[in-house]
């Protein structure tokens, strides 16, 4: 398989990579499946190719006549092989990125690469922002990337590591003095791995397990964060260093990163406590290998002799003390090599964590032990040549302590409520809870929270819920003592309605002894207490569900031992599918301005967590994107973003994607925060007039929107008809069920297979539905009004964030390929009815959308992510005809038939990878 196309000298390199793939690819075809197998994939590929440059009735027909030949096993090998093709295309871009990358910190002349940490510097240099003003900035500002368990990576692990040992050949052929032979082992163990890639089988045979996934995700942690992380924080110094000589910089561990994977119990009855309390020790178990490995190290590189160096007498006292508690066999026998002598100590006792009492007690003891080091090494060591392992190892054990990462637990306000009402029936304070009033509820929880008396019964035989909700707690509790408070920090109440939703939460902490209120009156509470604002009304109501909180003494007792902060999350899924993306979007930054504002009179600070999915209907795209496009004003508040599914693979299975992906973020990140230290700066990002236009905007889009999912009896139909959404659920992808209860109603449905269904038949109606006629509403009011569009593009980054993620989804969305799902809706004058409004609504998003931005076509300041959708369709189109045809036949069969659902997992996972996208 190979493809020719013009393009600019600097893609010259990815288009050769392609080239060469494709051409390996072809080669296995002809040997698995011979001359037949790869003249069929060439002819479909072709035709493809033609009816996208001319698209005409007759081309179409020799193509779906051409697909609907198509029989097993055939069939199932053109599948794969349209859908391997993009998982090698997606190898050969993220290579191209670590190209373009290395080339600028080769080629300096060729200027600063843009989102880099030193362009952030130069950018605060350059604007006169004082090292102190820079300082402040640092020591406030806090980004936490949350790895989520959600089901959208359809990739399996096994072919990952096939695509990182792909990827990591492709960079060793870019090295310009390979010897032609060692070019030719290179070229050889290349054509193994693409071999070996077709040869693997990339569906699951089972779901994962709740602990396959917490594996899953610790494989990133392993393979590259444990090393990157560190790095940005050492980069971001020495940029700092060289643009600022003189001033010494303390960088804080402001990145981090956090887990929802084994804690996350929303509607996913497999995330138990034992599994809880499973995934917290393998946390551990890997932190401590990790540190083990790097100590080893050290242990080779500080070979000091104390003949030759002069140590410190702590370090002299310290050895000698504690050597006496480790076995003999286990000390380092050359005396004079005291550092020797230390590590030896360290290691043995790092592995004695949680087994005995020589074991660390905490991750503090392990840095008393390596700050005596490091004091010890600068008595003799050059000034400025500190050995860099040992201080990353140091930063290291700072960012992840004896935990790695902070585990979120998370659950649906119901449950606390149900179980609330229980334990107060049973203990005849009320009969009913869950039917008070909010204010009722209040005042009795306010009541139980000033009561130091328990209300809960050792022995009392409570429903198996409530007993599970319990232990949930007293595992926390058990936690802390066990892992350390980093372990869990942060409780969330999805579907957060009302403040007695986080009361509830509170009332079941003091149970478990969380939260404690002293005779005294003192309070001591270990679990910070966060709303999960999900619908379009709840981001409405926030400002004022927050509010209520922070005038209740209770709650602000409880705030003032968490620091006075409140972490508040943002869920962009359920508002999007609420209400139109546009709707949702403005809402939830219209939500940030209005808890901010408030939050600052009660002098509370802020950590907005903003639950955004890998896709554009799930507020997905670059990382540095998503943080410009918040209110200014939220950036010195802490920033917490979920990173799911197949973004973890995309950004994070390759180290240097990695290292780019949170660079840019990070960048962002210092430079916006500092930008809008200043008071008086703050106000000049944006205009009232816009913010007006952006209200009006919202109120039109989000009556479009909900006239058709809403008020259009027959959309449902139409949705489970004309979308494989039945199919989607037979992808083993992960542990939790796709609906929170076993309904066939909307509201209970997911996001992520809403927009994963959508998605695969290239319609992407949650990333761009409605958006069209708010803006052309807007625009049409008045001749001044598309001008006042144009400048809130040119200057406000929401907005613009807004509009581009809005010309991302057209993109990615194709009209001429989803015109093809309509024939799977069995009411054809149904099918054809709601499709035609969505081509409407498409060509009316489409023209304003080129109007604001003043583009002849769709991305084009983005003219890599425009070539590469082109390149990419003519091959996702045949898998899009084939899934059509494939649904038609599966949904038409009375039984199961195995063969055949295969061949329709194996069209999804193709159109994912072809997409880069999946829920």
């Known amino acids: 398989m190979t493809t020719t196309r013009q393009s600019n000298d600097s893609t010259i390199p990815l288009r050769r990579d392609v080239s060469e793939l494709g051409n390996m690819l072809g080669d296995i075809l002809i040997h698995h499946g011979g001359q037949e197998l790869f003249d069929k994939v060439e002819t479909i590929r072709q035709m493809s190719k033609e009816l996208r440059s001319n698209p005409d009735e007759a081309t179409y027909q020799k193509l779906k006549q051409e697909i609907e030949n198509l029989h097993p096993p055939m069939r199932s090998q053109v599948i ?27 080629h300096e002349d060729h200027g600063i690469q843009p989102f880099s940490l030193e362009s952030a510097v130069e950018s605060l240099r350059k604007n006169d922002i004082s090292s102190s003003v820079i300082q402040d900035v640092l020591d406030q500002l806090s980004l936490e990337l949350i790895i989520t368990a959600h089901p959208t990576e359809a990739t399996k692990r096994t072919v990952l590591e096939i695509q990182k040992r792909i990827a990591t050949i492709l960079q060793q052929l870019d090295n310009p003095q390979l010897t032609s032979h060692e070019r030719e082992q290179l070229q050889d163990s290349l054509m193994n791995e693409v071999t070996v890639l077709w040869q693997t089988d990339e569906l699951r045979e089972r779901k994962p397990t709740v602990m396959d996934e917490v594996r899953n995700g610790l494989y990133y942690f392993d393979e590259t964060l444990f090393d990157v992380l560190p790095d940005i924080h050492q980069e971001l110094e020495d940029r700092l260093e060289e643009s600022y000589p003189g001033e010494e910089w303390q960088i804080p561990n402001f990145l981090r990163f956090g887990s929802w994977i084994g804690g996350d119990r929303d509607g996913n009855p497999n995330v138990t406590p034992d599994i809880t309390w499973s995934t917290l020790k393998k946390h551990r178990e890997l932190v401590l290998d990790k540190y083990e490995e790097v100590l080893v190290e050290l242990m080779k590189r500080f070979s000091h002799s104390t003949k030759i160096v002069t140590v410190t007498d702590e370090l002299l006292t310290s050895v000698e003390k504690e050597e006496a508690l480790i076995g003999a066999n286990k000390k380092w026998r050359v005396e004079k090599e005291i550092y020797r002598r230390k590590f030896a100590i360290i290691l043995e006792r790092l592995r004695n964590v949680g087994k005995s009492e020589l074991g660390y007690d905490s991750a503090d003891q392990l840095l008393d032990d390596l700050y005596m080091i490091q004091r010890s090494v600068k008595s003799h060591q050059p000034n400025q040549r500190e050995l860099k392992m040992l201080r990353k190892l140091v930063r290291q054990v700072q960012l992840f302590g004896f935990h790695l990462a902070t585990l979120d637990i998370r659950n649906h306000s119901g449950e606390h409520e149900a179980a609330i009402t229980e334990i107060l029936q049973k203990v005849n304070i009320c009969e009913d809870y869950a039917s008070l009033s909010e204010q009722e509820k209040i005042k009795m929880l306010e009541g139980i929270l000033e009561d130091p008396r328990p209300i809960t019964l050792l022995d009392e035989d409570y429903s198996e819920e409530t007993q599970q909700m319990l232990r949930v707690f007293n595992l926390i509790r058990e936690a802390h003592r066990e892992f350390g408070d980093r372990a869990i920090e942060v409780y969330l109440v999805s579907m957060t309605e009302a403040a007695s939703d986080l009361l509830e939460v509170l009332v079941l902490a003091k149970e478990a002894g969380i939260y404690r209120l002293h005779p005294d009156g003192r309070v001591e509470s270990n679990l910070n207490v966060a709303p999960l604002l999900e619908t379009v009304d709840d981001l409405i109501a926030g400002p004022e569900i927050l509010k209520t909180l922070f005038e209740m003494d209770a709650y602000r007792k409880h705030l003032g031992e968490r620091n006075n902060h409140q972490e508040v999350m943002l869920g962009y899924s359920d508002g999007s599918k609420d209400g139109g993306t546009l709707t949702a979007n403005w809402k939830l930054y219209n939500a940030q301005q209005e808890i901010h504002d408030m939050a600052k009179e009660y002098n509370i600070g802020l950590k907005f967590f903003h639950g955004r999915g890998g896709s554009l209907g ?35 299975l390759i180290r240097d994607i990695a290292y780019r992906s949170l660079e840019q973020a990070a960048s962002t990140l210092v430079e916006g925060a500092a930008h809008v230290s200043k008071e008086s700066e703050q106000g000049h ?15 039109v889009s989000l009556k479009k929107y909900q006239s058709l999912v809403f008020g259009d009896k027959d959309f449902l139909t139409y949705f489970n008809e004309a979308t494989p959404l039945k199919e989607i659920s037979e992808l083993n992808i992960g542990s939790r069920p796709m609906k929170r209860k076993d309904s066939s109603k909307f509201e209970n449905l997911r996001a992520i297979p809403w927009v994963f269904s959508w998605t695969q038949n290239r319609q992407l109606l949650p990333a761009w539905y409605a958006a069209g006629s708010g803006l052309t509403s807007y625009a049409e009011q008045s001749s001044n009004h598309l001008e006042t569009l144009q400048q809130m593009y040119e200057h406000w980054p929401f907005f613009r964030s807004t509009i581009d993620n809005l010309q ?70 045949p898998l899009n005809f084939l899934q059509v045809e494939l649904i038609k036949e599966l949904r038409e069969t009375e039984s199961r038939e195995e063969s055949l659902l295969t061949e329709v997992l194996l069209t999804i996972s193709g159109v994912a990878a072809g997409l880069r996208n999946t829920g």
């Open 808 to 877: 991302m989804a057209l993109m990615k969305a194709d009209l001429q390929t989803a015109n093809h799902y309509k024939s799977l809706v069995k009411d054809k004058d149904l099918g054809e009815r709601i499709y035609s409004d969505i081509v409407d609504e498409y060509n009316r998003t489409k023209d304003i959308l080129l109007k604001i931005s003043g583009d002849q076509e769709l991305l084009d300041k983005q003219v890599t992510i425009q070539d590469s959708v082109r390149l990419r369709n003519p091959y996702v189109d």
């Open 618 to 652: 799930r507020g997905g795209g670059p990382l540095n994107r998503s943080i410009l496009s918040q209110p200014a004003e939220t950036l010195g508040d802490g920033v917490k973003i979920t990173e799911q599914g197949e973004v973890l693979s995309s950004r994070y």
């Open 80 to 106: 794969r092989a349209f859908s391997i093709y993009f998982h090698l295309v997606n190898i050969a871009e993220q290579n191209h990125r670590v190209r373009r990358r290395r080339e600028y910190r080769l």
């Open 685 to 699: 990002h944006r205009e009232a007039t816009w913010e007006k236009a952006m209200e009006e905007i919202s109120e």
